[in-house]
């Protein structure tokens, strides 16, 4: 397994990271759960991604109870903030109140003092960015949170938080959560630009396209019953036939480099130095090996020139 510094920081990830949206604490079977978690940390990989709205906790309870058999310091492990937990008006968001009182149930969640990356899950229009930033800011200052991080939020958005935090002096933004992948690549125009200058890292979901670029979807009318896309119908909107010739015709290319079409999707994202790492999910733990196998493959630049004339 390669590692590749977060952003601007200090810390090293694994190019390939163990997520749990979807999975666990649902979706996947416990035992199938904490032994692609165990099998993850055997191969080196050392970041782990969970939130608190995955299944409302329960993913964090796996988890946090998995990786309780190993060091904090030989892992790094993200959790998130900003989706309902509740019903009331104040559990969701990110105001004050609600940030710190999930933290606070995340950390008792996972058994643990700190995590090392807290994520705001989505921007909030309705709460002040400073009021979100000075709370992060008190969670940095406690030992509760050692990075602070965003998903999903426009450039402008993440703009706007470095300012603020320049300005007030608060701990700054350094990870930066979105979707990516050969089918979504809306952070190549202005995300990266912005981050590349800004010293903040990429840290990318779905980079398999929920699977598409897998091969293991054949026909956008023929959805296999065990498969996820089979229970979720936005996932299944997402099959089209013409995404489908375009993960064929890649196949192609992976089987002339002897690799899974799933590994040249990956190594394909790797290829941007401002990707620190690919988040994976994995209901099975053979899942996770084949996806590690991705981390330090290089593609050459005739490749990469093959891939983007089938992706245009």
């Known amino acids: 397994m390669n590692y590749r510094k977060l952003g601007g920081t200090g810390l090293k990830v694994s190019e390939i990271s163990l997520g749990s949206w979807l999975t666990y604490g649902g979706y996947?079977?416990?035992?199938?759960?904490?032994?692609a978690i165990k099998t993850a940390y055997d191969l080196g990989i050392n970041f782990f991604d969970t939130a608190n709205v995955y299944e409302r906790g329960a993913a964090e309870e796996v988890v946090g109870e998995t990786l309780r058999a190993y060091p904090h310091e030989s892992y790094v492990l993200a959790t998130k903030v900003f989706w309902p937990m509740g019903d009331g008006p104040n559990d969701r968001g990110l105001s004050r109140k609600h940030v710190i009182e999930q933290a606070n149930a995340s950390l008792k969640r996972l058994g643990l003092d700190y995590v090392d990356i807290y994520y705001c899950h989505r921007h909030d229009p309705e709460t002040p960015l400073y009021e979100t930033l000075r709370a992060i800011d008190d969670l940095v200052r406690q030992g509760k949170v050692l990075y602070v991080g965003?998903?999903?939020w426009q450039a402008s958005q993440i703009a706007e938080a470095l300012?603020?935090?320049?300005?007030?002096?608060?701990?700054?933004i350094v990870v930066n959560q979105p979707v990516y992948n050969m089918f979504n690549r809306y952070i190549e125009k202005e995300i990266i630009p912005l981050s590349e200058r800004s010293g903040i890292g990429q840290v990318v979901f779905s980079p398999l396209a929920q699977g598409l670029l897998t091969g293991k979807y054949t026909s956008a009318t023929d959805v296999p019953a065990d498969s996820r896309a089979a229970k979720l119908e936005w996932m299944r909107n997402g099959i089209t036939e013409e995404k489908l010739a375009k993960v064929r015709q890649l196949e192609g290319i992976a089987?002339?480099?002897?690799?899974s079409v799933g590994n040249l999707a990956l190594a394909w994202i790797l290829r941007q130095p401002n990707v620190a790492s690919a988040l994976v999910g994995a209901s099975r733990p053979e899942q996770v090996v084949e996806n590690a196998k991705a981390s330090g493959i290089k593609l050459e630049a005739d490749v990469l020139e093959r891939i983007e004339a089938i992706l245009a």
Do not use: F, P, Q
């Open 255 to 259: 089987k002339e480099l002897d690799i």
């Open 163 to 172: 300012g603020t935090a320049d300005k007030y002096l608060l701990d700054r």
């Open 150 to 152: 965003v998903s999903e």
């Open 28 to 35: 996947v079977e416990r035992e199938n759960a904490v032994n």
